[in-house]
């Protein structure tokens, strides 16, 4: 039987070095978007799709994350005095049931498989999301929301992808497909991050997962593969086969906010999608135009 999604692992204990010195003394996931930072937007994401139960995977210096979720009560006070109620919802939207969330300590920075293999216990024998807060997603359905509809329908495991340039694989964990039917593609193999030469398709894991449990055992064997990291795309490609395991080509725009250009585009993009600011946005960017 397909059980309910109900639980998401965000991985945030990366120290967000690409983004130094602004990430010197926060987390990487607290950069906002606009005015919200990108933990809220993953969570959110999460919630669209019907998940009620979080698990970030911290660090040290990652306590603003837990803060962002919790209730604010001396602020909430204050603007109450003051009559903000407009931000006060905005305060309430970023908080999370009590008992709705939890954290964990990676403690020792082993790779993305080991960072979700220290949410075992959250997990338990339930499928589960993951969402890298570093892939931004801008879409009409949430790419979460996509994805459990895919592994609704084929009750197995499912990734995001996407086209990447040829030259591009070494950044991410590519597939090897069977068949596809446009939308969904059956994978046989993943390789992370090959060599454009090496690489089975240009096809590419973008940071959206719904997994079976049965990753955890894989994963629990710790085995090293690309960057001397425990990967999280090795321990899903020994899945392959026991178990149905699509790629989902989700319909929507990724930015990249790990990397300086792709954060400053979402920035863009995201205000261009707010009634209120979008006709100024658009009137300054007019200025910054190369003349023709
Ligand atoms: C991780 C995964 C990779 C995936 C990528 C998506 O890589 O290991 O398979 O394609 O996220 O963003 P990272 O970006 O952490 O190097």
């Given at each position: 039987?397909?059980?309910?999604?109900?639980?998401?692992?965000?991985?945030?204990?990366?120290?967000?070095?690409?983004?130094?010195?602004?990430?010197?003394?926060?987390?990487?996931?607290?950069?906002?978007v606009?005015?919200?930072?990108?933990?809220?937007?993953?969570?959110?994401?999460?919630?669209?799709?019907?998940?009620?139960?979080?698990?970030?995977?911290?660090?040290?210096?990652?306590?603003?994350?837990?803060?962002?979720?919790?209730?604010?009560?001396?602020?909430?006070?204050?603007?109450?005095?003051?009559?903000?109620?407009?931000?006060?919802?905005?305060?309430?939207?970023?908080?999370?049931?009590?008992?709705?969330?939890?954290?964990?300590?990676?403690?020792?920075?082993?790779?993305?498989g080991?960072?979700i293999?220290?949410?075992?216990?959250?997990?338990?024998?339930?499928?589960?999301?993951?969402?890298?807060?570093?892939?931004?997603i801008l879409?009409?359905?949430?790419?979460?929301?996509q994805l459990?509809?895919?592994?609704y329908?084929?009750?197995?495991?499912?990734?995001?992808?996407?086209?990447?340039?040829?030259?591009?694989?070494?950044?991410?964990?590519?597939?090897?497909?069977?068949?596809d039917?446009?939308?969904?593609?059956?994978?046989?193999?993943l390789?992370?991050?090959?060599?454009?030469?090496?690489?089975?398709?240009?096809?590419?894991?973008?940071?959206r997962?719904?997994?079976?449990?049965?990753?955890?055992?894989?994963?629990?064997?710790?085995?090293?593969?690309a960057?001397?990291?425990?990967?999280?795309?090795?321990?899903?490609?020994?899945?392959?086969?026991?178990t149905?395991f699509?790629?989902?080509?989700y319909?929507?725009?990724?930015?990249?906010?790990?990397?300086?250009?792709?954060?400053?585009?979402?920035?863009?993009?995201?205000?261009?999608?707010?009634?209120?600011?979008?006709?100024?946005?658009?009137?300054?960017?007019?200025?910054?135009?190369?003349?023709?």
């Amino acid at each position: 039987m397909t059980k309910k999604l109900t639980k998401a692992v965000l991985p945030v204990a990366g120290l967000g070095t690409r983004f130094l010195p602004a990430t010197k003394a926060m987390a990487k996931e607290m950069l906002p978007v606009v005015d919200k930072p990108l933990i809220q937007y993953a969570v959110d994401e999460a919630r669209a799709a019907g998940i009620t139960q979080f698990c970030m995977i911290t660090g040290r210096g990652k306590i603003a994350l837990v803060e962002h979720f919790d209730v604010a009560y001396e602020l909430e006070s204050t603007l109450r005095q003051r009559g903000k109620e407009a931000e006060i919802a905005a305060l309430r939207e970023a908080q999370l049931a009590p008992g709705d969330i939890v954290t964990v300590r990676q403690q020792v920075p082993l790779g993305l498989g080991h960072a979700i293999w220290c949410a075992r216990a959250f997990i338990g024998d339930d499928p589960f999301a993951i969402l890298l807060p570093d892939d931004l997603i801008l879409s009409d359905t949430p790419c979460t929301q996509q994805l459990a509809e895919a592994y609704y329908e084929t009750g197995g495991s499912v990734v995001a992808i996407c086209e990447v340039p040829p030259d591009q694989t070494n950044k991410y964990g590519i597939l090897k497909i069977g068949a596809d039917d446009g939308r969904l593609v059956e994978v046989t193999g993943l390789v992370e991050k090959p060599k454009p030469e090496d690489a089975p398709s240009n096809l590419s894991i973008i940071g959206r997962y719904v997994l079976l449990p049965d990753v955890i055992e894989h994963l629990s064997r710790m085995e090293r593969g690309a960057g001397n990291e425990v990967q999280l795309t090795d321990s899903m490609a020994r899945m392959i086969g026991n178990t149905p395991f699509h790629g989902l080509r989700y319909k929507g725009q990724r930015f990249d906010c790990g990397d300086k250009v792709g954060f400053l585009e979402a920035q863009i993009a995201f205000a261009l999608r707010r009634p209120e600011m979008a006709a100024q946005v658009r009137n300054f960017l007019r200025k910054y135009q190369e003349p023709a």
